[in-house]
């Protein structure tokens, strides 16, 4: 699913969406999450060219650098953010992921046979329900997503 940006007006002039450090782009994961931080791990070996900033969601400023992608949307899939603002997340910023990086390429062609992106996102959804039962720990499996997301919205509005 691809976000909607929104653009801001400072002072008269159109503000762009920064993803810092003067990467094409940047990735969002979640750091809690023992599987994900080990993926993100791979995600950087594999970025020979430097395209990418990989953030964990707990990164102090992620959301206020990202302001259209709601608090919940970190918690329920990866989020990957261009330069100009375009947002994919779950298996679709996967796929564009597979895209970006040079051995990514070798197989993100599955993506383009029928039926491949509905298995894909029906993957995703039911790994990222269960991505603390497949490897995280007691930390997480301890702390439910509705509880950690409703906190942080809870600090976001204070």
């Not at 940047?26 to 080990?38: A, E, L, M, S, Y």
């Not at 709601?70 to 261009?82: E, H, K, T």
Request: charged fraction near 25%; include cysteine.
């Amino acid at each position: 699913m691809t976000v909607p940006v929104v653009r801001f007006t400072i002072a008269g002039e159109a503000e762009t969406p920064s993803t810092g450090l003067g990467r094409a782009y940047t990735v969002v994961f979640d750091g809690d999450c023992k599987v994900c931080t080990r993926l993100s791990k791979l995600l950087r070996a594999w970025d020979r060219t430097h395209q990418l900033e990989v953030v964990t969601s707990q990164q102090r400023g992620v959301m206020a650098r990202f302001p259209w992608i709601p608090a919940r949307a970190y918690a329920d899939a990866l989020q990957m953010v261009a330069a100009d603002g375009t947002t994919w997340q779950g298996a679709e910023a996967i796929e564009q992921l597979l895209n970006v990086l040079p051995r990514g390429r070798l197989i993100s062609w599955v993506f383009r046979i029928p039926f491949v992106r509905t298995l894909a996102d029906r993957f995703y959804r039911w790994f990222a329900r269960n991505r603390y039962r497949l490897g995280c720990g007691a930390h997480c499996q301890s702390r439910p997503l509705d509880v950690m997301w409703a906190e942080a919205e809870k600090a976001g509005r204070a």
